[in-house]
């Protein structure tokens, strides 16, 4: 029974790592699509104003100056705002990024309750019924979560794997940890 009971406990501790790759890498992707598609809001916004500026001053020369190439650049101008406007009222960036950003922070919370339930597991504080409570109590919540987030791109994927493989964003040497802990604390001096 000794020899079943420690193979269920590394069945169980690899599906909960593979589990936590999975939300660090979702975790990571909705932060880079909420920065992409923020990006890409606050360019528009700035591109929007610009081009009303350009526009109120063509039509402004035109007025007082009887300039006729301040009216076509005004028409073209105001043509290329009403592109721009048609594009972005059916889509509030802003909201969606904002979207993105809080299923960050849920995932957040469920990568963290994951990292606690494999070192708990490690340290052999839970049971295998606990375990298995927890996982599939990790599990509801990442369905919550997964559906009410909307879809990330693959640009999103592609930013989030790099930031962790090559910039190793959640990666700290004992070092850089020692230098947020009090003294009492630290591992090396």
Not at 21 to 28: C, E, F, L, Q, T
Not at 45 to 50: H, R, S, T, V
Request: hydrophobic share 35%; proline share 1%; charged share 25%.
């Amino acid at each position: 029974m000794e020899l079943n009971s420690q193979v269920n406990f590394e069945l169980l501790e690899q599906q909960l790592r593979e589990c936590f790759g999975r939300v660090v890498y979702s975790h990571k992707t909705q932060e880079k699509c909420a920065d992409i598609i923020l990006r890409l809001h606050k360019r528009l916004k700035l591109f929007q104003i610009i081009i009303s500026a350009v526009v109120t001053t063509s039509l402004l020369v035109k007025l007082f100056g009887d300039q006729d190439w301040a009216l076509m650049v005004g028409v073209l101008m105001s043509t290329l705002l009403f592109g721009i406007n048609s594009y972005t009222k059916d889509y509030d960036l802003g909201e969606i990024s904002q979207k993105h950003t809080n299923a960050a922070n849920d995932l957040w919370d469920i990568r963290e309750t994951y990292l606690s339930t494999i070192t708990d597991l490690k340290a052999g504080q839970l049971t295998i019924d606990q375990i298995i409570e927890k996982r599939d109590e990790l599990q509801k919540r990442l369905l919550n979560v997964y559906s009410g987030s909307p879809r990330t791109t693959s640009k999103a994927y592609k930013e989030a794997s790099n930031s962790l493989k090559n910039q190793e964003e959640l990666t700290f040497s004992d070092k850089e940890i020692d230098a947020f802990l009090p003294k009492g604390l630290r591992k090396e001096g």
